[in-house]
């Protein structure tokens, strides 16, 4: 597997110690599952954490990232697979995107951003972006980095420009002309272990060895998230659909 320039190197570290974690990239997905539907495009789709369940599961699946890295690696995995649409190099902080991406304009019916938009500094843009990709009643699904107050060293070295509150998050997806469908928190029982990681040791990385119990412990955080999603959690999930004007 080929690795990614030097400047994301942390990141892709982490998709990798990720990628052995399958308990939860089903978690994440089964989270996001109920409102994908039809034509979609995976936006950040790195190393194909989350891709392969998409694949499995539906028949028109776009896959995209911004870095020609991930792309070949994907290309590699999933390049054969009769549920893909292709892979393309995506940028959502392009100025000039909906040039950039004309023939992509309006062709899809979800679009997924999932731990995405955090890496961007102009969110705003960015969501304005993602829903040019949409078609009329299209649905923009996004998972976020939740808890300002959580911001620490683990979060500076993947990119992350900030976390978001539910109120934050909701006000965002509004300005950017979407019809917000409501908010939830997903993973209560990461936040002691971020804030453990990245607040008081001032780590860097994820530990494999402390995903790897995590990982094993899913069954149970599951059932956790079944109390706590409606008022906590590692991040924050939301939707918001297009607008027929």
Not at 96 to 115: E, W
Not at 161 to 176: C, D, N, P, Q, V
Not at 188 to 195: Q, T, V
Request: proline content about 3%.
């Amino acid at each position: 597997m080929r690795k990614p320039r030097q400047g994301d190197q942390v990141g892709f570290e982490t998709l990798e110690i990720f990628s052995r974690a399958a308990a939860v990239n089903r978690w994440i997905y089964d989270s996001i599952r109920g409102q994908v539907q039809g034509k979609i495009l995976e936006i950040g789709s790195g190393i194909g954490n989350i891709s392969e369940y998409l694949l499995a599961d539906h028949n028109e699946v776009t896959l995209s990232d911004l870095r020609p890295e991930y792309i070949q690696i994907l290309e590699q995995k999933f390049g054969s697979h009769p549920h893909l649409q292709g892979n393309h190099l995506l940028d959502l902080s392009l100025p000039d995107f909906n040039a950039h991406y004309a023939d992509f304009l309006g062709k899809f019916d979800t679009v997924l951003a999932l731990n995405v938009i955090e890496h961007i500094e102009d969110d705003l843009s960015a969501i304005i972006h993602a829903k040019s990709l949409l078609r009329a009643k299209g649905k923009l699904v996004i998972l976020v980095p939740a808890y300002p107050v959580l911001y620490n060293s683990l979060d500076k070295e993947l990119g992350h420009f900030r976390r978001y509150t539910a109120a934050g998050l909701r006000k965002l997806m509004i300005s950017a002309g979407l019809q917000f469908t409501g908010c939830r928190y997903f993973n209560a029982a990461a936040i002691a272990g971020w804030w453990y990681s990245g607040s008081l040791l001032h780590h860097k990385i994820i530990s494999p060895a402390k995903l790897n119990w995590y990982n094993q412990m899913v069954p149970f955080f599951r059932i956790l998230d079944r109390v706590t999603s409606s008022f906590a959690g590692i991040s924050l999930i939301t939707a918001g659909i297009k607008d027929l004007n």
